[in-house]
């Protein structure tokens, strides 16, 4: 790819948004474009399309959606659903009309059915039935894949989706509220050891085994597939190992330096016992995560505690 094409990364302050703005501004990629929610809403389909015929992209990268845990779901299945398929509904259209030659879309690995066989292959996509708790998301993610794999048929354009583990790093999201699981413990394990090392209590058992990918080794994946056209439609990207829940509170109590006790609340639900992405077909193309959950864990907690003062607001 060459340095100076424009590249829109739709999504750009988030934190998969923000590392890939990182990446490539520190491979020498001097034109990239982006604007926050306030300035271009992107369900919007009037400001999308006027957008890009000003700027003409030559990439999209669309790392922006509306993102959140089962809370949030819960509450709000038709934002979920229909902020997701009008935010890239009109990327994906605007694009094409564009000429855009290349674009990136993210699903996530919990629109695999909930039953799949794991690890999970990128076969396994809409062969059973979705997760209740986040279908409305599932459902506007897979139209994405779908939408990107359609233009790929018919046109013939590089549009792919890559399908990313659990991800975490700088500027992840530590609101307990909708935080995910190592935010999370970053922050309870962090404000016990100030409370004079007093007991974290975390839901389950500990026991569901998980895959957690750091965000920059995320962003490396999205320059991979910038650089290199990729054969397929989709891609899985994780580090294809996974470890238990009470391994992972154990591994970030250390780094965080919490002695207190653990307990763990098996009133509350597991979740799904297992899930690990099978990361074959991305390792075959020459992809590989270069940083290990423990480097990143540091990498993120060092981060919280530069930014402690910033993340106060609840986002919902
Ligand atoms: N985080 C994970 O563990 C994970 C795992 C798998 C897949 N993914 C995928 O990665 C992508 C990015 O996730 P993330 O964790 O970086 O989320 P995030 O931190 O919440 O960022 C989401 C971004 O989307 C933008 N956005 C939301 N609604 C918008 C709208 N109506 N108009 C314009 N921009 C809008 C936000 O812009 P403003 O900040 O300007 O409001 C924000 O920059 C998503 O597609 C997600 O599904 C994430």
Redesign the pocket.
Known sequence: MDKKSKIYI??????????IWRILSSKGYTNLIG??????????QNEVLSFFSNEKPDVVI???????GILANNNYPYQFLM??L??QNNLIDAALNNDVKKFI??????IYPKFAQQPLKEEYLLTDSLEPTNEW?AIA?ITGVKACESIRKQFGKDYVSL??????GT???FDLKTS?VLPAMIRKFHEAKLNDHSPVELWGSGSPMREFLF?DD?AEAVVFALDNRLPEYLYNVGTGIDLTIRELAETIQNIVGHKGEIVWDSSKPDGTPRKLMDISKMHQLGWKHKVELKEGIEKTYNWFLENIDNFKEV?L
Do not use: W
């Open positions: 739709a999504g750009h302050r988030g934190m998969v948004g923000a590392a604007k926050s929610s306030s300035e271009l809403d992107l369900r919007n669309d790392a922006a959606a509306r993102v959140g902020d997701n009008q935010i879309f993210l699903g996530s690995s919990c998301y993610k399908m990313p583990t659990n991800l975490y500027h992840d999201n995910h965000v995320m986002k």
